[in-house]
């Protein structure tokens, strides 16, 4: 794999990167508001600024599917070890490295870039001089590159029953970077990271019966405590010891498949996220019985992996959605903290600088014909100010009118927006978390039973409300009163324009 060195292309923070970025796969940097990196926890009084933008590196039109539209995006982002560059990964079968100049600790606002091209589609990081990284995609072994000149090193190579190469499906140096996990379909084969080649160590999960029955989507190592968790399709995630994979703890709870899951800096809890799945969940590895606290992000409707991350002091943990949002929550009672506007599409990946205030968010998804052809007539209305959301959700950022916000009881408060349009609209619900903690909980409720929103541009206004116990009454212009059980998040249509 050659490596190709391109100009600079970052465009500025205020300039005229939000149009690019509409339309293609992005990748940003951000640095937090307070920049001293010896702080014990990240700052977040105030949302992150953005530093880098990169669009036109990820323009190489990716290889059209029998559904998709050919058009590259992201699949994910992280830093190095070392916090020198971080790597993407994109549909166009390409890995590509950028590297953060000696500038940026100063907080210049321009970059250097050096793109990395290849067949390969998921990398992991070792730390070493010089740094190196591992990739793995379909139907190729298990690569290790330099991340310096983009050469290739080595190859790790596993064999199925009929002696044909077998494609890990997700790999993970461990805690000390000597032997690299690779997950395969109900097994883990273990490759020394110093013998390139054949040879590996072959472990099957289905000891006792109650391992994960499927593919193996992600692994993570504890530092502490000598564990290691994996995650599969199965909807199952399984805590084994690094040593001899002896069978720990198997966790139930996800909805969907699990696609990421990560230790606690300290090791004692575990945090899994699954596909189509809106909750990050937390498990105690040293009482796993019941699922500690759940938080919340935008990917309920989705088969794309959506990454998060653990701060490096380990107080934070950072997320992306398909709303663009990026959520912050503070770990130590799970309540949400902060969130911003990180895109205005998916963000499916998310990563903090090893120890400088920084992250970088890769952002955008998969779409298909009918859904470019709905943009295009949306993109025919550009004098309107508005934000493409991904799942079609469009925001007139001119006239969304104030929220409201409405105490229901004791213990929750719902949110809603009193100006609705065709394919736009929120309405949550808060609820305080057990334990006295302050925290809350958001839950995303369904919209009115409104009839008059046909198209995104179709609008209707909330004039009036009204709060009873645990029932909320709206009146809707033009439409009617609605009002909805709090409790069971169900709407219900009360009267209608003129009624009595």
């Not at 998060?308 to 309540?335: K, N, S, W």
């Not at 004098?383 to 916000?405: F, K, N, S």
């Not at 009115?448 to 206004?461: C, E, K, N, Q, T």
Request: aromatic residues 12%.
């Amino acid at each position: 794999m050659a490596a190709a060195e391109e100009e600079a292309a970052a465009a500025p923070p205020d300039g005229g990167a939000e149009s690019e970025s509409a339309e293609m796969s992005a990748a940003g940097v951000m640095e937090g508001e307070e920049r001293e990196a010896a702080a014990d926890s990240t700052s977040t009084d105030r949302p992150p600024h953005r530093l880098y933008h990169f669009a036109r590196q990820f323009r190489s039109v990716a290889p059209a599917t029998g559904s998709g539209s050919g058009e590259n995006f992201l699949k994910g982002v992280k830093w190095s070890p070392d916090g020198s560059s971080f790597l993407t990964s994109s549909d166009d079968n390409s890995l590509r490295l950028f590297y953060l100049p000696e500038d940026a600790y100063g907080g210049a606002e321009h970059v250097a870039e050096a793109a990395v091209g290849g067949e390969d589609s998921y990398g992991a990081f070792l730390q070493t001089q010089p740094p190196v990284f591992a990739s793995t995609s379909r139907d190729h072994p298990i690569h290790l590159w330099d991340a310096t000149s983009g050469e290739l090193r080595c190859t790790y190579r596993a064999y199925d029953a009929m002696d044909e190469i077998a494609a890990a499906l997700s790999i993970s140096f461990n805690s000390t970077g000597s032997k690299l996990f690779a997950g395969y379909n109900k097994a883990i084969r273990v490759f020394d990271v110093h013998r390139p080649g054949r040879d590996f160590e072959q472990y099957s999960l289905l000891k006792g019966g109650e391992g994960p029955t499927g593919i193996i989507s992600s692994i993570s190592f504890s530092l502490h405590n000598g564990m290691l968790a994996v995650g599969s399709y199965s909807q199952t995630t399984a805590v084994y010891a690094e040593s001899n994979m002896e069978p720990l703890y198997v966790l139930h709870g996800q909805l969907g498949g699990v696609t990421q899951v990560l230790f606690s800096k300290d090791g004692n809890y575990l945090y899994t996220g699954g596909r189509k799945d809106p909750y990050i969940l937390c498990w105690d590895i040293r009482n796993t019985v019941d699922i500690v606290y759940k938080l919340y992000r935008s990917a309920d409707t989705t088969n794309q992996r959506i990454y998060f991350d653990i701060e490096p002091c380990g107080r934070h943990l950072a997320t992306g959605g398909q709303d663009g949002m990026v959520h912050v929550y503070d770990l130590q009672g799970g309540q949400w903290v902060t969130g911003f506007q990180a895109a205005a599409d998916t963000v499916n990946g998310f990563s903090f600088h090893p120890y400088l205030p920084f992250a970088v968010t890769s952002s955008r998804h998969r779409r298909f014909g009918m859904q470019d052809e709905f943009e295009d007539e949306l993109n025919m209305g550009a004098d309107r100010p508005m934000i493409y959301i991904a799942g079609g959700e469009v925001r007139d950022t001119a006239d969304t009118g104030p929220p409201i916000m409405l105490s229901v009881g004791d213990a929750m408060v719902v949110r809603m927006d009193t100006v609705i349009y065709g394919e736009s609209f929120r309405f949550e619900a808060l609820r305080l978390l057990p334990g006295g903690g302050g925290g809350w909980h958001v839950v995303p409720l369904p919209r009115p039973l409104v009839m008059r929103l046909f198209s995104p541009f179709d609008r209707v206004s909330i004039s009036s409300y009204f709060v009873k116990d645990a029932r909320v009454w709206i009146s809707v212009a033009g439409e009617g009163i609605f009002s909805l059980d709090a409790e069971e998040g169900a709407w219900r249509m009360d009267g209608v324009p003129g009624g009595d």
